[in-house]
């Protein structure tokens, strides 16, 4: 099966450019499409109005927010989950909402023909990316890069597996939306 998403009829922005250094913070996504309003990785910020005033901007109610998807468990990447009232939470092996818990494989699931999620582990054994098919092409949420000159990852689990992640992600991906910083176009000198 190709990682490639089916359709090409998402949108998305970023509600918050992520950074780590005097302060970590996550990089905050917002993918619609169709009746899906999606949040990737509503993690830490150094306050809340941070994710919820662009939000606001794009005219998108919190509660109204469909899916939340979480590149993996570290609270940078969670810790503003709830913020999201009657959201699905989507992690590596299971959709939570409510009290419901229903396990399913994320990878190659899809939550519509233009989102798909794939396994990249790396960061963390569990991590995901979410890959979203624009009209301007494939944009990956991942945390395979904490910015766009991450050459390694201090902090990974497995090196090996991250680099594997990361050229299977640059296949498909015209836009990458990393950890920890603004989203860049991948070119030749990306870190592999």
């Known amino acids: 099966m190709s990682d490639h998403p089916r359709a090409a009829t998402a949108t998305y922005e970023l509600l918050h450019t992520g950074y780590a250094g005097d302060g970590v913070a996550s990089t905050v996504g917002f ?13 830490m910020v150094r306050d809340r109005s941070l994710i919820l ?5 794009l005219g998108v109610d919190p509660a109204s927010i469909t899916d939340v998807v979480f590149s993996h468990h570290h609270p940078d990447h969670t810790l503003n989950a709830a913020l999201f009232p009657n959201a699905r939470f989507h992690d590596h092996w299971a959709v939570y909402q409510g009290d419901q818990w229903d396990d399913r494989d994320a ?6 023909d233009s989102i ?3 396994r990249t582990p790396g960061h963390t054994p569990e991590d995901i990316t979410t890959l979203v098919g624009t009209a301007d092409g494939v944009v990956a949420f991942t945390h395979l890069w904490n910015t766009a000159t991450s050459v390694g990852d201090d902090y990974a689990t497995d090196l090996a597996a991250l680099h594997v992640g990361r050229a299977r992600v640059l296949a498909v991906a015209d836009v990458v939306v990393p950890g920890h910083g603004p989203a860049f176009t991948p070119t030749p000198q990306t870190p592999r």
Not at 31 to 43: A, E, I, Q, S, Y
Not at 53 to 57: E, I, K, S, V
């Open 31 to 43: 993918v619609r499409d169709g009746d899906v309003l999606l949040v990737t990785d509503p993690g």
């Open 53 to 57: 005033d662009p939000l606001t901007a």
């Open 107 to 112: 990878e190659g699931y899809e939550l519509t």
């Open 116 to 118: 798909r999620l794939i």
